[in-house]
């Protein structure tokens, strides 16, 4: 299907990936295929030849043939509590064994709910679990859990007919955790979750540093100007990339130039920029910023400039130019490092979206914006300003900033790939077309 003919709640963030956090806690049955295959990110595969010692091997999750009574099913974790905007099924390359059927539950269980479950071992397929491990799921009441998508039937995995998308307006709860049901059993391709992520922020929370661009913090991706070769969404997943696929790749630009020259400050003389714009997680003060570009080694940007605005409402009014205030200036970017970037920040904010903009163009694979909730005096709302209320941003040198703060940090490699950032001073033009929000 086009991009642009697909339901407009797939432009939220996916919160059943892997790579984003998603997790399968228990499946009644692996045997064909197990149940993390249809989490992958990557479009599912189908390889002619290619055998287990159990059956042909398939590129989702697939049960063996039922004999016995009931239907399989499985848990899974999301990557947070997660307002569900809708569902993506994919059945690609299963035709004479694809689920006929499937409805979906959901709960909002504790953080300590998956320790009821038993351990997922690495190689699952060709095993069921034991009695005794359903009966530790039992404690879960699962088959309690509010059905938020009635047995819906779907087709077989050919081009034609593989997707099926179904909208949730009706059930608007957070839910962390959902049970997948098939009736009675066969495989899936893929199963995409799509929702918004909502952090709860608490008046004590304020002083208390998290990575605010983060999805599982609720950061989202906007809209944006190219994704040729990667999404934006990549930028804010809660690991490092795995390759160049898992980051946010631009084509190149076709108005640079036939020979490339520098200018009297030492810069590119390119014109042309690509944009993405975030939402936060909530409105927030900046303390520092990653900018990774693991794995781009010679399609990494010259340089990156990051703005920041305050959005209250829904987020789907028009971006000008004129809304955004500079957070970081052009800031010289090197290939395959990540920049770990504090001192350059011009204004921290408070903030709820960014623009992130590459020049001229290439590769970005992770950003982080570590940041402190900024509490709504008024309202004690931090996840927008008073609509009558204007927010004034602060310049970097008038925030102080707590040393007992602890710093939810991502792992990051101390050695050959962290660098130290250089700001440019170009005055070079860097014309944005106007942007709508998803």
């Known amino acids: 299907m086009v991009a642009d003919q697909l339901p407009d709640f797939t432009k939220c963030t996916e919160v059943a990936a892997l790579s984003c956090g998603g997790k399968v806690i228990f499946a ?23 055998y287990t010692d159990y059956g042909k091997w398939m590129d989702g999750w697939e049960t063996r043939r039922k004999r016995t009574v009931g239907h399989d099913w499985c848990i899974i974790r999301l990557t947070g509590p997660t307002s569900i905007k809708g569902f993506l099924i994919d059945t690609a390359h299963f035709t004479g064994n694809y689920v006929p059927k499937i409805s979906i539950q959901a709960a909002l269980l504790t953080a300590n709910a998956d320790s009821v479950a038993p351990s997922r071992k690495p190689d699952v397929i060709g095993r069921a679990p034991s009695n005794r491990d359903f009966d530790k799921m039992a404690r879960l009441k699962s088959n309690d859990w509010k059905t938020i998508v009635e047995m819906t ?91 160049m696929g898992d980051g946010w790749e631009t084509a190149r630009r076709l108005d640079r130039p036939a020979i490339i020259e520098m200018t009297e400050k030492d810069v590119l003389n390119v014109p042309g920029c690509e944009w993405a714009i975030f939402r936060l997680g909530t409105m927030s003060t900046i303390v520092s910023i990653d900018i990774d570009t693991n794995h781009f080694k010679g399609n990494a940007p010259e340089h990156v400039t990051i703005e920041g605005t305050t959005r209250g409402g829904d987020f789907s009014t028009t971006f000008t130019d004129s809304d ?103 005055d070079t033009n860097q014309q944005h077309e106007n942007s709508t929000s998803d």
Request: hydrophobic residues 35%; charged residues 25%; negative net charge.
């Open 153 to 243: 039937e779907l087709k077989p995995g050919y081009d034609e007919t593989r997707y099926t998308y179904i909208s949730n307006t009706e059930y608007t709860d957070k839910y962390t955790h959902l049970r997948l049901n098939l009736y009675p059993d066969g495989g899936i391709a893929r199963f995409r979750v799509y929702g918004d992520i909502d952090l709860d922020i608490s008046p004590d929370m304020s002083n208390t540093i998290l990575d605010m661009f983060a999805m599982q913090n609720g950061g989202r991706c906007l809209n944006y100007s190219n994704a040729h070769y990667g999404h934006p969404k990549n930028l804010n997943k809660p690991s490092r990339a795995l390759n």
């Open 28 to 50: 009644s049955d692996d045997f064909f295929a197990a149940a993390e295959g249809m989490l992958r990110d990557n479009e599912p595969i189908f390889i002619a030849d290619k």
């Open 324 to 426: 955004w205030t500079v957070i970081l200036d052009k800031v010289k970017i090197q290939p395959h490092k990540l920049h770990c970037i504090k001192k350059e920040l011009k204004n921290v904010g408070p903030f709820n979206c960014v623009r992130i903009t590459m020049a001229p163009d290439g590769g970005i694979s992770r950003v982080r914006i570590f940041g402190q909730a900024f509490i709504d005096k008024q309202n004690g709302d931090a996840n927008k300003p008073a609509d009558d209320v204007p927010v004034e941003n602060v310049p970097v040198e008038n925030v102080a900033i707590n040393a007992g703060n602890s710093i939810e940090i991502p792992e990051k490699n101390t050695t050959e790939n962290v660098e130290s950032v250089e700001t440019v001073t170009s």
